[in-house]
């Protein structure tokens, strides 16, 4: 783990360049560094090679949140910047969603520790898994999601980092119905297609309704058996996930995020990750 004694100098990392006026798409590629199976430094070193400008870095296997020093992120920051890298996302899973009364309070806190340290390595996004979302807007489960995303998006505007609620676990319009009634600013959606897909549910439907949310991507493509039922996660562009109209209702949100490759299962992860961030490059 990266841990050195503390200093009194709070540090943090440069933040990625703010493309909020350009009216196209870019396409940003970065890369999940757990998708490539390396020590921190080597992944870092990889990543930058195979053409990615950013990585996500997950605060719970990658880093060790609870003792990380300023000196530490200094270290990390002077990691990031030798690679030429910026931070896309910081992943934060917590062992139960925001719709779970137990320990609810403690996951809050650490939620918000997790987006203050994304702060100060550079990223605008913390993602993470919120629960699943009731279909019935007016059911305490609901009103209980509601009002922890509140109280985690007012602390997200004072620190400048959003919490990005991971798709998959219901369909869009579900989820999109809980975003729209959190405060303007408050509600954030990290858009996995394939998870979506492997789940049963339409990922071109859940990005018209969920567009004007999304803060982060994930470039995963999958497949679902409709006979067994399953669903499996596949290379990009051999799945069902329509990226060609993602990325227009992306344009029309002038969308300026990042586009994380995520690749989990493959016997060689390091080519297919390369062969996706080369072909994002040429969109």
Known sequence: MLVAASNNDKVTCPTSPDLRNANLLRIRPA??????????????ITA???GAEAVEIDARSELDMRDLSDTAIRHICKLLEDQGLSVSALTFQTRRGYNVHADLDRRVHATKRAMELAYRLGAKVVINRIGRVPEDSSSVEFEMLRDVLTEIGEHSQRVGVVLAARTGAENGTV????????PPGCGAVDFDPASLIMNGYSSSEAAQVLAPFISHVHIKDGLRDIATGRGEEVAFGSGVVDFDEIFGLLEQQQYQGYFTVD?????NPRLEIAETVEHLKRI
């Open 31 to 44: 890369v999940r560094l757990a998708c490539l199976s390396q020590p921190f430094k080597k992944a870092l």
């Open 48 to 50: 930058a090679s195979i």
């Open 175 to 182: 989820l999109a119905e809980l975003m729209s009634q959190l």
């Open 263 to 267: 690749r989990e299962f493959s016997h």
